[in-house]
């Protein structure tokens, strides 16, 4: 399963509680260009209409070779596909515990398009403060285990 596009910034800004697989649906010409690696989800938010999820502000190229497409937005909404006691499920905690669902990567199942989100907490600064300190001082014991031995 090899992942077309990750979104690493999701881990530094929020505190992620569950993770989540969905399908996306799509046109023809968006797979090809996601399957060639022409998408970005940084940025991108899973946002609740009604009864649905929909992946937004996800940027996906219109693909080099399908010829002419009429009226073709790049950032347009697009269905994420789950089960609708999942949904219900979602819609609940984002309303209720204040929580946000966001993308962390996509990728390839078998011949699908798969998104993983996650539902999510935001950090506060000094949150994100401790993170890069508690990585700058693992990468200096590691430098020093590496001298030493």
Do not use: C, W
Not at 69 to 80: D, F, G, H, S
Not at 93 to 113: A, D, F, M
């Amino acid at each position: 399963m090899p992942t077309l596009a990750s979104n690493k910034k999701a881990f530094f800004d929020y505190e992620i509680l569950e993770k989540f697989e969905a399908g996306l649906a799509l046109k023809g010409f968006e797979v090809k260009a996601i399957k060639t690696g022409h998408i970005s989800i940084k940025g991108a938010f899973v946002t609740v209409k009604g009864k649905e999820l929909f992946l937004t502000n996800a940027k996906i190229p219109l693909y080099q070779h399908a010829g002419k497409v009429e009226n073709y937005e790049e950032t347009a909404p697009r269905k994420l596909l789950l089960k609708k006691n999942e949904i219900n499920r979602l819609i609940g905690k984002v309303k209720v515990e204040g929580l946000t669902l966001i993308p962390i990567s996509v990728y390839n199942k078998r011949r699908l398009i798969k998104l993983e989100f996650a539902l999510a907490k935001g950090k506060k600064k000094y949150d994100k403060r401790q993170a890069i300190k508690k990585r700058d001082t693992d990468r200096e014991i590691a430098r020093q285990m590496k001298i030493r031995g």
